[in-house]
C-alpha cells in the first residue's frame, strides 16, 4: 500500500503549508482506530462517500452496511502506528482491507476497480470530510435484519431501549413453526 509513514507524512505537511505550493490542501481531517494507536488523515474534501451494502463489507467491517469515504492515495496519510496496520486480502473481492493489529478497527479499503482511490470508513474521522454519503452500492445485498428507518416506540422498563413492535413478521414466526 502506498502510505506514508508517520516520519514522511508529518514532513510533508510542514513543507507543505508554509510554502505556496498549490496542491496542499489548506485542511484535513483526522481519523482515528478505537485503541489510538493508527492515526490517518485525509486532505479535505474527500472524493466522495458512499454506502457499502456488500455481503464483504457486512462480514468484514461486523455491520449492516460500511460508510465509506473515498479519498485520492495522494490526498491520504498516515500519522501514526503504520507498524500497527495489518492487511489482508479479501476473498470475496480480491481489494485489499486492512485494520489495527491491536484493536482490530476497520482501516483502509483498496478497491481493484479503483486503484489509485483509498476507501476510510466514515466513522473513523472526528471532523467533516467535505463530502455527504449520498451514493449506494450493492444494495441488492442488503440483509433483511437492517435497520431501514421502521417506528420505534420506547421499550417499557428499559430506558433508553428503542423497539420496533412486530407486526406481519409475527404471523410468519408462527406459520413457520406450524
Ligand atoms: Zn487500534
Given at each position: 500500500?502506498?502510505?506514508?509513514?508517520?516520519?514522511?507524512?508529518?514532513?510533508?505537511?510542514?513543507?507543505?503549508?508554509?510554502?505556496?505550493?498549490?496542491?496542499?490542501?489548506?485542511?484535513?481531517?483526522?481519523?482515528?482506530?478505537?485503541?489510538?494507536?493508527?492515526?490517518?488523515?485525509?486532505?479535505?474534501?474527500?472524493?466522495?462517500?458512499?454506502?457499502?451494502?456488500?455481503?464483504?463489507?457486512?462480514?468484514?467491517?461486523?455491520?449492516?452496511?460500511?460508510?465509506?469515504?473515498?479519498?485520492?492515495?495522494?490526498?491520504?496519510?498516515?500519522?501514526?502506528?503504520?507498524?500497527?496496520?495489518?492487511?489482508?486480502?479479501?476473498?470475496?473481492?480480491?481489494?485489499?482491507?486492512?485494520?489495527?493489529?491491536?484493536?482490530?478497527?476497520?482501516?483502509?479499503?483498496?478497491?481493484?476497480?479503483?486503484?489509485?482511490?483509498?476507501?476510510?470508513?466514515?466513522?473513523?474521522?472526528?471532523?467533516?470530510?467535505g463530502r455527504e454519503p449520498r451514493y449506494h452500492l450493492s444494495l441488492k445485498e442488503?440483509?433483511?435484519?437492517?435497520?431501514?428507518?421502521?417506528?420505534?416506540?420506547?421499550?417499557?422498563?428499559?430506558?433508553?431501549?428503542?423497539?420496533?413492535?412486530p407486526k406481519r413478521k409475527k404471523r410468519k414466526l408462527f406459520d413457520e413453526e406450524f
Amino acid at each position: 500500500m502506498a502510505v506514508i509513514c508517520c516520519e514522511t507524512g508529518l514532513l510533508m505537511r510542514k513543507a507543505a503549508s508554509p510554502s505556496k505550493k498549490p496542491k496542499a490542501s489548506a485542511t484535513q481531517s483526522i481519523g482515528r482506530c478505537a485503541c489510538g494507536k493508527v492515526v490517518l488523515e485525509i486532505d479535505v474534501p474527500a472524493r466522495w462517500a458512499w454506502h457499502d451494502h456488500s455481503a464483504a463489507s457486512q462480514r468484514a467491517q461486523g455491520c449492516a452496511y460500511a460508510t465509506f469515504v473515498g479519498s485520492y492515495r495522494s490526498r491520504f496519510r498516515i500519522l501514526k502506528g503504520q507498524d500497527n496496520i495489518r492487511r489482508f486480502k479479501d476473498p470475496a473481492t480480491g481489494g485489499t482491507r486492512s485494520f489495527c493489529g491491536d484493536c482490530g478497527t476497520p482501516l483502509v479499503y483498496e478497491r481493484l476497480r479503483a486503484p489509485e482511490m483509498v476507501n476510510i470508513p466514515r466513522a473513523l474521522f472526528e471532523t467533516r470530510t467535505g463530502r455527504e454519503p449520498r451514493y449506494h452500492l450493492s444494495l441488492k445485498e442488503a440483509p433483511d435484519w437492517a435497520y431501514r428507518g421502521e417506528q420505534l416506540a420506547p421499550l417499557k422498563g428499559f430506558p433508553g431501549v428503542m423497539w420496533e413492535r412486530p407486526k406481519r413478521k409475527k404471523r410468519k414466526l408462527f406459520d413457520e413453526e406450524f
